[in-house]
């Protein structure tokens, strides 16, 4: 993706070296005059007001990345103006433009029901190894966040390890990397902290992949000190991986068990995750089946991404790209032989085996269809259908389809037909009954020229409506 301007990658990088190149010229004057305490003074001070200006533009650059990603034929003065002057100063920001921001980013200020489903989605991929859990540990700065959920389901939550004690769960969720002041844990830190899990406990780490290469997704997964680690994918954002101190499999019949307790039902009330297959169609597979497909990438440091990632923010191209679901998830199913049955019944160990075969399927074209929109390919259109046919309730469907439903909006209002047309037909399979988008299909198709079909999403509105009356 290319501007036809100085893009704001350029911007950020002039802005950090003029204040750099002031910063040392200040210095460079007092020490001139062997004042050098009051010049190490300036520069550190400068440094630190840097840093702080950093931190709160780092902060934003995710969210000025769905921008970018909106509409490829936008020219720079309409990039310019969303991305640079209302995300990167707030008090310059519209209604339009803070509403979307809050859709399209976890903002803990604003979660929204998509952004609450994958955080309840995480509590539950480190229970689902340990279902007997009566304590956990949050380690990082995003983990107080998870604390409600936790304690709904009945936990005992700890911020901090006291003395010997040992805790069921260690769940970690730090602020990304890429930010200054970023509580990012490396490999040591999760060595001393497993000094603090039970014996069979569960070691949980939320990350946020949004602005990570697959170099640094690497990283990750080589500073995870457990190998018997396991991978779910929510959405797009954030991934969490699980281990077992030990590596025996688990009880179907205790996995199971956990969502008949009235505690987890009123967690996950809203998530459209009822049962066990459900919560499994977010299992992208094994640490052993994943790193393979990164065998042929270099791991990349954290200091590399916190640069690498403001690139990544504003554009992408072969030779540096974002981390995706797609390098991960292939056409074969990953493997769940480390489940087994224990009390259940053998038809419903079965029927459970199969759906939750068939909840990987669907997430399978999910990814294919956010493959082929990126694309701006027409097949799009099938994969979400077929998805949705078998789990309309996938977490990452669903993730995708609130950011579809913006973009359908943004490419509506520039005027970029074709590509609204796409897009609301796309969430017209995924939701038959979303009225508010069959009336924009509706506007956007006879803006094409297409009137037969315009009027025959209009009476599908009118119906819905009536209906719903």
């Given at each position: 993706?290319?501007?036809?301007?100085?893009?704001?990658?350029?911007?950020?990088?002039?802005?950090?070296?003029?204040?750099?190149?002031?910063?040392?010229?200040?210095?460079?004057?007092?020490?001139?005059?062997?004042?050098?305490?009051?010049?190490?003074?300036?520069?550190?001070?400068?440094?630190?007001?840097?840093?702080?200006?950093?931190?709160?533009?780092?902060?934003?650059?995710?969210?000025a990345w769905f921008f970018l990603q909106a509409d490829n034929n936008r020219t720079y003065e309409q990039?310019?103006?969303?991305?640079?002057?209302?995300?990167?100063?707030?008090?310059?920001?519209?209604?339009?433009?803070?509403?979307?921001?809050?859709?399209?980013?976890?903002?803990?200020?604003?979660?929204?029901?998509?952004?609450?489903?994958?955080?309840?989605?995480?509590?539950?991929?480190?229970?689902?190894?340990?279902?007997?859990?009566?304590?956990?540990?949050?380690?990082?700065?995003?983990?107080?966040?998870?604390?409600?959920?936790?304690?709904?389901?009945?936990?005992?939550?700890?911020?901090?390890?006291?003395?010997?004690?040992?805790?069921?769960?260690?769940?970690?969720?730090?602020?990304?990397?890429?930010?200054?002041?970023?509580?990012?844990?490396?490999?040591?830190?999760?060595?001393?902290?497993?000094?603090?899990?039970?014996?069979?406990?569960?070691?949980?780490?939320?990350?946020?992949?949004?602005?990570?290469?697959?170099?640094?997704?690497?990283?990750?997964?080589?500073?995870?000190?457990?190998?018997?680690?396991?991978?779910?994918?929510?959405?797009?954002?954030?991934?969490?991986?699980?281990?077992?101190?030990?590596?025996?499999?688990?009880?179907?019949?205790?996995a199971l068990e956990i969502f008949s307790r009235d505690n987890t039902i009123e967690n996950l009330s809203?998530?459209?995750?009822?049962?066990?297959?459900?919560?499994?169609?977010?299992?992208?597979?094994?640490?052993?089946?994943?790193?393979?497909?990164?065998?042929?990438?270099?791991?990349?440091?954290?200091?590399?991404?916190?640069?690498?990632?403001?690139?990544?923010?504003?554009?992408?191209?072969?030779?540096?790209?974002?981390?995706?679901?797609?390098?991960?998830?292939?056409?074969?199913?990953?493997?769940?032989?480390?489940?087994?049955?224990?009390?259940?019944?053998?038809?419903?160990?079965?029927?459970?085996?199969?759906?939750?075969?068939?909840?990987?399927?669907?997430?399978?074209?999910?990814?294919?269809?956010?493959?082929?929109?990126?694309?701006?390919?027409?097949?799009?259109?099938?994969?979400?259908?077929?998805?949705?046919?078998?789990?309309?309730?996938?977490?990452?469907?669903?993730?995708?389809?609130?950011?579809?439903?913006?973009?359908?909006?943004?490419?509506?209002?520039?005027?970029?037909?074709?590509?609204?047309?796409?897009?609301?037909?796309?969430?017209?399979?995924?939701?038959?009954?979303?009225?508010?988008?069959?009336?924009?299909?509706?506007?956007?198709?006879?803006?094409?020229?297409?009137?037969?079909?315009?009027?025959?999403?209009?009476?599908?509105?009118?119906?819905?409506?009536?209906?719903?009356?």
């Amino acid at each position: 993706m290319s501007l036809s301007g100085p893009t704001a990658e350029a911007l950020i990088a002039q802005s950090c070296a003029i204040i750099t190149a002031l910063s040392l010229i200040v210095a460079l004057m007092f020490l001139a005059r062997w004042r050098w305490k009051v010049a190490l003074t300036i520069f550190v001070g400068i440094a630190l007001v840097y840093a702080a200006v950093w931190h709160g533009v780092s902060e934003k650059l995710s969210r000025a990345w769905f921008f970018l990603q909106a509409d490829n034929n936008r020219t720079y003065e309409q990039y310019r103006s969303l991305v640079w002057s209302e995300a990167y100063f707030p008090g310059n920001v519209n209604k339009e433009t803070d509403a979307f921001l809050k859709i399209v980013y976890r903002d803990d200020a604003n979660p929204g029901q998509v952004a609450k489903s994958s955080d309840v989605l995480s509590v539950y991929y480190a229970l689902v190894e340990k279902p007997s859990a009566k304590s956990v540990l949050l380690l990082g700065d995003d983990a107080k966040s998870y604390r409600p959920y936790f304690e709904k389901a009945g936990l005992i939550c700890s911020e901090k390890a006291e003395g010997d004690k040992k805790y069921d769960v260690i769940f970690v969720a730090s602020r990304p990397d890429w930010m200054v002041f970023s509580d990012h844990p490396e490999r040591g830190d999760f060595e001393k902290n497993l000094k603090s899990l039970s014996p069979k406990g569960v070691l949980a780490w939320c990350i946020d992949v949004r602005l990570a290469s697959p170099g640094r997704f690497k990283s990750y997964m080589e500073a995870f000190p457990l190998e018997n680690a396991h991978l779910w994918m929510s959405d797009n954002s954030r991934w969490v991986l699980t281990a077992r101190a030990n590596a025996k499999q688990i009880k179907l019949s205790n996995a199971l068990e956990i969502f008949s307790r009235d505690n987890t039902i009123e967690n996950l009330s809203g998530t459209f995750t009822d049962t066990l297959p459900d919560l499994f169609a977010s299992y992208a597979g094994s640490k052993e089946e994943i790193m393979p497909a990164l065998e042929a990438v270099e791991a990349e440091g954290k200091f590399e991404n916190f640069f690498s990632a403001v690139r990544l923010a504003f554009q992408e191209d072969a030779s540096h790209f974002r981390m995706r679901p797609e390098f991960i998830v292939k056409e074969s199913s990953p493997k769940v032989d480390w489940i087994v049955k224990g009390e259940s019944d053998d038809e419903i160990c079965k029927l459970v085996m199969e759906r939750i075969e068939k909840n990987f399927a669907a997430r399978r074209n999910v990814i294919r269809g956010e493959i082929a929109l990126r694309k701006g390919d027409s097949t799009a259109v099938e994969s979400f259908s077929r998805a949705a046919l078998v789990n309309r309730g996938d977490s990452m469907l669903r993730s995708r389809r609130s950011i579809i439903k913006t973009q359908a909006k943004n490419f509506l209002k520039f005027g970029n037909y074709a590509a609204a047309a796409l897009s609301y037909d796309c969430l017209v399979m995924i939701d038959p009954n979303d009225v508010e988008s069959l009336v924009a299909y509706a506007k956007v198709l006879s803006k094409l020229g297409k009137g037969d079909l315009a009027e025959k999403a209009r009476e599908r509105a009118k119906e819905l409506l009536k209906n719903e009356k």
